[in-house]
Nanobody, 124 residues
Framework: QVQLVESGGGLVQAGGSLRLSCAAS????????KAWFRQAPGKEREFVAA????????YYADSIKGRFTISRDLAKNTLYLQMNNLKPEDTAVYYC?????????????????WGQGTQVTVSS
């Protein structure tokens, strides 16, 4: 079992930046693929970014490519999402997730463990 707790969300103006954190506890975080998803009101949960178990490979949704960066700090057992040049359409609840690394990263069904989410609101 892995427990995940997100933090770092908030209200920011368009063009601003936020860094989300996801603190993990339980089984070693390093052995899992890890990802960020988001869900806006009335919409389905969508993939944002993922990093494979070794940290060597990262994957991004087209909508955020070049603006967001996923990273991890194994010493702190923490996953990050650096979000720059935020847009109002980035407004959503952001979730971190972890799961067995199957080589597939884009579907929410690939992940077994989820945090409770953190709200990100971008004003225009």
């Amino acid at each position: 079992q892995v427990q995940l707790v997100e933090s770092g969300g908030g209200l920011v103006q368009a063009g601003g930046s936020l860094r989300l954190s996801c603190a993990a506890s339980g089984r070693p975080f390093s052995i899992y693929a890890k990802a960020w998803f988001r869900q806006a009101p009335g919409k389905e949960r969508e993939f944002v970014a993922a990093i494979n178990w070794s940290g060597r490979d990262t994957y991004y949704a087209d909508s955020i490519k070049g603006r967001f960066t996923i990273s991890r700090d194994l010493a702190k057992n923490t996953l990050y999402l650096q979000m720059n040049n935020l847009k109002p359409e980035d407004t959503a609840v952001y979730y971190c997730a972890a799961g067995r690394d199957s080589g597939r990263y884009y579907g929410h069904w690939e992940y077994d463990y989820w945090g409770q989410g953190t709200q990100v609101t971008v004003s225009s």
